[in-house]
């Protein structure tokens, strides 16, 4: 059965701050592995989509990498804002429409 | 603004109640799907629909039906639920079984339900 772990499970950094958010998963045959953000009381932003023959993807400040072999990805969140603040989710997909998610790290970013 | 509509954003029924969950997507996609969210937990599988039919049920009790009418709608049918049932119901779409490979989850901004 496939399990997520995220660490940290909470973040509190300054404004400003480089940051690392860590995923491992124990089950390499997926066909991608996925980063939402999650506000309070809302549903899931999708952040990045990194397919199982990728090696990283980026957007803005965000940058996420994928080793398969090793079960473990990562967001890299650059000069961070209070905006950055919330739930970050990292979830796998193995190909039969059951994501798997793990508990989130939440991010508070401190101006 | 999410791409995919739930509605309503918040529901409060009694246990004798029977209730809909809507949630509308207009981006093609052919996979649409039910999570269920408990405060500070991930979300959890409940259904997939692919091309409006039930891919997947994950044993969920009969007091929820699912219900796929057209490819750019899903409802939820609520009855007799339970105060333990008390959750935030997302709604997500992404491309057909073909293209999961690259076809993130669009997620709505989901149903805020209290089960009294």
């Known amino acids: 059965k496939q399990e997520v772990t995220q660490i940290p499970a909470a973040l509190s950094v300054p404004e400003g701050e480089n940051l690392v958010l860590n995923c491992s998963f124990t089950?390499?045959?997926?066909?991608?592995l996925q980063w939402f953000r999650q506000d309070p009381g809302k549903g899931l932003t999708s952040l990045l989509l990194i397919q199982s023959s990728q090696r990283e993807q980026t957007s803005g400040r965000l940058n996420a990498s994928l080793d398969k072999s090793s079960g473990r990805s990562t967001l890299y969140i650059a000069a961070s804002q209070p905006g950055d603040s919330a739930t970050y989710l990292c979830?796998?997909?193995?190909?039969?429409?059951?994501?798997?998610f793990g508990k989130g790290t939440l991010l508070t970013v401190n101006p | 603004d999410t791409e995919v509509t739930q509605t309503p954003k918040h529901l409060v029924m009694g246990m004798t109640n029977k209730k809909s969950l809507k949630c509308e997507q207009h981006?093609?996609?052919?996979?649409m799907y039910w999570y269920k969210q408990k405060a500070k937990k991930p979300p959890e599988l409940m259904f997939v629909?692919?091309?409006?039919?039930?891919?997947i049920n994950e044993s969920v009790p009969s007091r929820f039906s699912p219900e796929c009418p057209n490819s750019s709608l899903l409802n939820l049918h609520l009855h007799a639920l339970q105060p333990e049932d008390s959750a935030l119901y997302l709604c997500a779409s992404s491309q057909d079984e073909v293209r999961q490979e690259d076809s993130p989850l669009h997620f709505g901004n989901g149903t805020r339900l209290t089960v009294t």
């Open positions: 629909y692919s091309y409006e039919k039930l891919s």
């Open positions: 981006m093609g996609h052919r996979a």
């Open positions: 979830a796998v997909m193995p190909g039969n429409y059951k994501l798997t």
């Open positions: 089950d390499s045959a997926i066909y991608n």
